[in-house]
């Protein structure tokens, strides 16, 4: 695909000429719901550099898988979902970590004021009274 700058918006011409797609086309897209570009005060399309992400993976799938408009938007719901599934997974097993940190840690004394001395249990193998029946 073709090469972009970073951080900036592009207008519709400039991407249809980078991306060698027509103007009309890039409507199209936007009124499939495919990219949302922003606007400006003018009522502009400026595209950002996620537009031109998506961009980059509408036309793979059309141009070089032959996938329809409609397979498209299916694709491209799924993978935010995913997206939006991944993050939660990541924020989920930054909790366990930091839960799992915690109780790692050498357990608090109890406070020295205290009128009933605090002992806690050290989780560890439970013995077993030996009876006739284990014998």
């Known amino acids: ?34 990219l949302l570009p922003s606007r400006s005060d003018g009522n502009t399309r400026l595209y950002t550099d996620e537009d031109l992400e ?19 938007e299916i694709i491209l719901n799924m993978r935010d979902k995913m997206a939006a599934m991944q993050g939660q997974i990541e924020a989920f097993v930054e909790q366990l970590n930091q839960q799992l940190s915690g109780q790692r840690q050498a357990p608090e004394p109890p406070p020295a004021n205290s009128l009933i001395p605090v002992v806690r249990a050290v989780p560890g193998p439970v013995p077993v009274k030996k009876t006739r029946a284990t014998e």
């Open 54 to 72: 998506r961009l980059e993976v509408i036309l793979e799938l059309t141009r070089e898988l032959g996938v329809n408009l409609a397979g498209v």
């Open 1 to 34: 695909m073709a090469k972009k700058k970073k951080g900036g918006t592009y207008m519709i011409s400039s991407v249809a000429v980078q991306y060698g797609v027509h103007p009309q086309t890039l409507r199209l897209y936007e009124r499939e719901g495919l």
